[in-house]
């Protein structure tokens, strides 16, 4: 596909992902919210389950939470199902354009594996496909009565899947299909579980029957699995844009990191309304959290690199080699012909500008040349650096 198309397709596909993740995330956290602050009133009959006031944009809003009498089904109302599929549908669209087209170069990197981009494709979709199945079974299974168990073997198939994909990967692919694996569970959890209670629920209503209560238990179970997987996978996300943490030196440690912390948060602000001493334990997690993030992915360069220090000339022409085939205003790439971030190197100011990138990028996390396209040497990387390292001159 032409490459301005597939840029066009990225940006719009983005926001349009974006939006409806607002859009369910925020109702998913509001809702959480809700259940965990509603209060029971003492003057209401057994289908009571709690009321609350709030007060938003110029108007205040009643909201009781109730089991309906059989039969007495109200005309109009609102279920909450698109924003999640709208998110995981625009989502999946992004991983293809992103990933999956233009010949996998995001997937590649011949430092942790040599695998054809096409094999990596189908470990990504069997991943995704794979991860559900496993899942879903888990907590369908008996084990999934010893609840604490489950999620604690769940947590360890997500580690052992986010070491895997590190390895047959390059790590920012590694950590997007993590996300997008949490990102399938928690839709899978929505339409096979939740919705079909919801289902159950309203025909139950309709219909005049008693509901079911197990069916709703289920489902209460699974939305607050959602609940704990929305921070750490809204990190994944965004940690996609910082090369510090999937090209860390053990990025698969990053990952059980925040999947650890992000949950633990979410898990404080959860009891918060009804434990009493929430907010130490939380500051000591984030703090706990930031370091443990700070060290893994703090990457030593090679210190004050040695060897006589590297004129312009000889810089300028490694990355006029290595990096103008896509950092130009004009790239001669195959795939990019943009330059990629808008970072341009044709022009010396340029390169000066960009000097403590060129070394963040090219020799101390070494994620560029993206996958090493233009076979960068070792030495080059080093020469770089004391380029770098002797004040980047440019003449
Ligand atoms: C095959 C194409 C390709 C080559 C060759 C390439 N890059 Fe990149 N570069 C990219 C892409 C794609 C991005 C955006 C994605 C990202 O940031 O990982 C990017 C982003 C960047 C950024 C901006 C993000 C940041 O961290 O500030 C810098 C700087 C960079 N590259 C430096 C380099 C250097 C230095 C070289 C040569 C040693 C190089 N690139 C070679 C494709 C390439």
């Known amino acids: 596909m032409d490459a301005h198309l597939r840029e066009l397709l990225d940006l719009v596909i983005r926001w349009v992902h974006v939006i409806a993740g607002i859009m369910w995330i925020g109702n998913s956290l509001l809702f959480n919210w809700l259940?965990?602050?509603?209060v029971k009133l003492a003057d209401r009959d057994a289908r009571h389950e709690g009321e609350i006031w709030l007060l938003h944009s110029g108007g205040f809003y009643q909201v009781e939470k109730k089991q309906l009498p059989p039969g007495q089904m109200p005309a109009m109302l609102h279920w909450f199902k698109w924003q999640n599929f709208t998110t995981w549908a625009s989502g999946i669209s992004l991983l293809v354009v992103v990933y999956y087209m233009g010949g996998g170069a995001l997937l590649a990197d011949p430092s942790v594996t040599t695998l054809h981009p096409h094999a990596q494709i189908g470990v990504g979709v069997g991943t995704i496909v794979g991860a559900w199945v496993v899942y879903d079974g888990l907590f369908r299974s008996p084990l999934a009565k010893i609840e604490w168990l489950a999620s604690l073997l769940g947590l360890g198939l997500l580690f052992g899947l986010a070491y895997g994909l590190t390895h047959v990967m390059s790590g920012?692919?590694?950590?997007l299909h993590v996300g997008v694996v949490i990102g399938t569970l928690m839709t899978g959890n929505v339409w096979m579980v939740i919705v079909p209670s919801q289902r159950e629920l309203v025909a139950a209503t309709t219909e005049g029957r008693e509901?079911?209560?197990?069916?709703?238990?289920?489902?209460?179970?699974?939305?607050?699995?959602?609940n704990y997987f929305t921070f750490p996978l809204l990190f994944i996300m965004v940690s996609n844009h910082f090369p510090s943490t999937f090209g860390a030196k053990l990025p698969w440690a990053v990952l059980a990191l925040i999947l650890f912390v992000g949950a633990g948060v979410r898990h404080l602000m959860n009891i918060r309304f009804h434990t009493k001493g929430w907010f130490p334990p939380l500051v000591g997690l984030c703090v706990a959290g930031l370091a443990g993030l700070?060290?893994?992915?703090?990457?030593?360069?090679p210190k004050a690199p040695s060897g006589p220090p590297v004129s312009f000339a000889e810089a300028q022409a490694i990355v006029q080699q290595r990096c103008v085939p896509c950092h130009s205003q004009h790239p001669t790439d195959d795939v990019w012909k943009a330059p990629?971030?808008?970072v341009v190197l044709d022009a010396p100011a340029q390169m000066k500008l960009l000097a403590s990138r060129i070394r963040e990028?090219?020799?101390v996390t070494r994620s560029m040349p993206l996958g090493n396209k233009t076979n960068m040497t070792d030495d080059e990387r080093d020469r770089l650096a004391r380029w770098v390292a002797a004040g980047a001159p440019i003449e």
């Open 361 to 363: 990028r090219a020799v």
């Open 35 to 38: 259940d965990r602050n509603l």
């Open 294 to 301: 700070f060290a893994l992915t703090r990457r030593e360069g």
């Open 211 to 226: 509901q079911d209560k197990r069916i709703g238990m289920r489902a209460k179970a699974r939305s607050i699995h959602n």
């Open 340 to 342: 990629p971030s808008g």
């Open 172 to 175: 920012r692919a590694a950590f």
